[in-house]
């Protein structure tokens, strides 16, 4: 099996189709019936997709306590480093809890940045757990302050939740940790259930049905982003080592059969050697089924600007800059995430930033998870003597919108005790 050749065009236009309508319609018959039945639905629905009959929704505190024993040592390190690096870049980078405007007119505004509650984390644990979003989950929550998190995560064939994801949970000081996956996972965050209480914001990454449910209630609790199946975008440029460039395609490949994984490059020599490498790689390691995947592939562009440029069209939610290409490091601005001459893993586990991102073409608008997802913004206004003139202008501008009652107030507030207009 081959690196498949993809034209620009074509990657562009199979990225825009929407989703099928069928995965709306279930979605939204199981949030119906979490939102109607609660914990009732979450066993059918659990059964009738995981095929695992449960009895208890929440992990026991002695098992979640006991996770942690069960680790390798090398692992429980790993995690440990993984947490600290994790926390120390939303440390450093968290923004301000309280911003103070100018005093202007005898008037003062304030922006303060206040913890959310309750948040839950969603942790995949489709073909494989991942830990790791544990980390990339809560660490920014507790950075943020909030109080209550609580992570949900599919249980697996015995009706567990995967144990070093539960050993991550616990590392992290983590109570509440729940068996259920999927879109009636969701249900649950934004409806609650005897078992379940209501967050306000859910985040983390999770396949099409979670990316689907988490469409479907939003604005009900807040959500992080529609992040579906992995994606990267590597754009590479000699001198690169075609070798890394096929490594990573296949790293990001493995995720999920909906993953994207593509090579873009001007130079049709490097594109081959970048599909020998991938192909050899995956023969090597009896992955060659990744390369059949529609969403693999290599891209050829004529030049930088037609790369730039359909880097910029698709929005990766990974964008790895190799060889010549790192020179546009400064011109991307649409991309979840940019690793300049490394590999995405590195992101995925231990270098600092994140790895929840916007996909699917949502990093137009969309960014990555950090401390300011987990705070809610509000407002202040004080006033040491408002002038007569702003006051009038704010009077002027209601009676300009026919707000009579507003005029009024203000009139009263600033002491004219004129009719304005």
Not at 117 to 135: K, N, Q
Not at 312 to 329: I, K
């Amino acid at each position: 099996m081959r690196l498949a050749r993809r034209k620009p065009e074509a990657v562009l236009a199979r990225r825009a189709r929407p989703a099928a309508a069928g995965t709306e319609r279930t979605v939204r018959r199981i949030l119906r019936t979490v939102e109607r039945q609660g914990d009732e639905a979450l066993f059918y629905w659990t059964e009738q997709l995981d095929r695992v009959r449960l009895t208890r929704l929440a992990v026991e505190p002695e098992r979640l306590a006991g996770a942690v024993d069960t680790l390798a040592a090398p692992v429980r390190a790993a995690l440990e480093r993984a947490v600290e690096r994790v926390r120390a870049f939303h440390e450093a980078v968290a923004p301000p809890r309280a911003v103070a405007g100018p005093m202007a007119d005898g008037v003062q505004g304030r922006l303060y940045r206040e913890p959310l509650d309750r948040v839950a984390v969603y942790v995949p644990a489709g073909r494989w757990p991942l830990p790791s979003s544990v980390v990339m989950g809560v660490v920014p929550a507790q950075v943020a302050g909030v109080r209550e998190i609580a992570v949900f995560s599919p249980p697996r064939p015995d009706g567990e939740v995967d144990p070093t994801t539960l050993a991550a949970a616990a590392l992290l000081g983590v109570r509440e940790v729940y068996r259920v996956g999927g879109a009636q996972a969701v249900g649950a965050a934004a409806y609650g259930t005897a078992s379940i209480g209501r967050v306000d914001k859910l985040v983390g990454p999770g396949n099409r049905w979670v990316t689907e449910a988490k469409r479907q209630v939003q604005g009900r609790i807040g959500i992080d982003g529609l992040n579906g199946p992995s994606e990267v975008v590597i754009w590479a440029e000699a001198p690169c080592d075609p070798d890394q460039v096929a490594r990573d395609l296949l790293a990001q490949a493995e995720h999920d059969p909906e993953s994207w994984a593509l090579a873009v490059s001007t130079d049709p020599t490097l594109l081959d050697a970048i599909a020998a490498a991938a192909a050899r790689r995956a023969q090597e390691w009896g992955v060659a089924d990744l390369l059949a995947q529609r969403g693999v592939g290599a891209v050829p562009v004529d030049g930088p600007e037609a790369a730039l440029a359909f880097v910029e069209a698709f929005a990766p939610e990974h964008l790895e800059l190799w060889g010549r290409a790192e020179r546009w490091r400064d011109a991307v601005r649409r991309a979840g995430a940019v690793f300049v001459g490394c590999p995405t893993p590195l992101g995925d586990y231990v270098a600092g930033p994140n790895h929840v991102l916007p996909t699917g073409g949502t990093a137009r608008f969309a960014s990555v998870l950090g401390v300011d997802d987990f705070l809610r913004r509000r407002t202040e206004i004080t006033t040491a003597g408002a002038s007569a003139a702003v006051v009038r202008a704010g009077a002027v501008l209601a009676a300009t919108e026919g707000l009579v009652m507003h005029q009024r107030a203000l009139e009263a507030f600033g002491g004219t005790g004129e009719a304005v207009g």
